[in-house]
C-alpha cells in the first residue's frame, strides 16, 4: 500500500511540472489572436441615411423607388414607379397628408436645432416626414423649419450635423441638402447622389475635410 501511494504522489507531482511547463511555453509565445469578427467590432461603418416611406403609397407592400418621389414643403413621398409618382404630382399637398398620416415619435434626447437637452414641459414636438421630433422650445420652431430634412435624418439616427457647406469628396461644390452620409456619428453633407460611393473609399479623409478636424 505504501508503494502504491509513493506512485500516486509522485505522478501528481509529474503533472504539475507539466503543467507549470506548459503555461510557461503559453506566456512565452503571447496570446493568441483575436478571432478576425472579433476584431472587426465597432468598425465605423458609412451610412447613407433614409427618412421616407419605405412602401409605395399606391401599390400597397411594394418597395419604393427613391428615385421616384413627389415634394411638397421639403417632405418627400416615394413611390414604386414613375406611374404613380406622376399621378401623385397632380396634388403633391394630398399625397404627403396622406403617406404621413401618423407621426411617430423619435424619442430624441437633445435638440437637433441648439443641442440642448429635451426637458419635459418645456419642449416643443414638430413633425416632419412621419416623424415627431422634440425640440428644446417654441423658440426653435423656426431654425428647425429651415432646415428641417437634415435636422430629422440627425434626430432619427442620433447623430451631430457636420454643417459642411462645400461638399467633402468634390470641393468646390456646395452641399445639395439633399444628400447625406453619417459615418462616426456626424451627418455629413454632399454635393449628388454619387457622392456617397465615393465618400466610402477614404471616409476619414472626406471626414477631416467636412468637419476641418
Not at 468598425?43 to 409605395?56: H, L, R, S, Y
Not at 440642448?116 to 419642449?123: T, Y
Not at 442620433?158 to 451627418?187: H, Q, R, S, T
Amino acid at each position: 500500500m505504501k508503494s502504491f501511494a509513493r506512485i500516486v504522489a509522485m505522478a501528481a507531482v509529474a503533472v504539475v511540472a507539466i503543467s507549470g511547463a506548459a503555461l510557461a511555453w503559453s506566456r512565452a509565445q503571447g496570446a493568441p489572436a483575436a478571432p478576425a469578427a472579433a476584431k472587426q467590432e465597432g468598425k465605423a461603418e458609412v451610412v447613407v441615411p433614409f427618412i421616407g416611406n419605405a412602401t409605395c403609397p399606391m401599390q400597397a407592400g411594394k418597395p419604393v423607388n427613391k428615385s421616384k418621389f413627389v415634394e411638397h414643403e421639403g417632405q418627400r413621398v416615394y413611390y414604386c414607379c414613375g406611374k404613380c409618382a406622376a399621378a401623385a404630382k397632380a396634388d403633391p399637398k394630398a399625397a404627403v397628408a396622406a403617406a404621413y398620416k401618423e407621426s411617430k415619435a423619435v424619442g430624441n434626447k437633445s435638440c437637433p436645432v441648439s443641442g440642448h437637452a429635451i426637458e419635459a414641459g418645456k419642449s416643443k414636438s414638430v413633425s416632419f416626414m412621419g416623424h415627431s421630433i422634440e425640440l428644446c422650445c417654441a423658440d426653435c420652431e423656426a431654425g428647425f423649419k429651415k432646415n428641417a430634412y437634415a435636422m430629422t435624418i440627425a434626430a432619427v439616427y442620433g447623430v451631430e450635423e457636420a454643417k459642411n457647406k462645400n461638399c467633402p469628396v468634390m470641393d468646390k461644390d456646395e452641399v445639395n441638402g439633399e444628400d447625406f452620409v453619417i459615418y462616426k456619428g456626424k451627418l455629413v453633407g454632399l454635393c449628388c447622389g454619387d457622392c456617397p460611393e465615393e465618400f466610402k473609399k477614404d471616409a476619414d479623409k472626406f471626414l477631416a475635410k467636412a468637419t476641418g478636424k
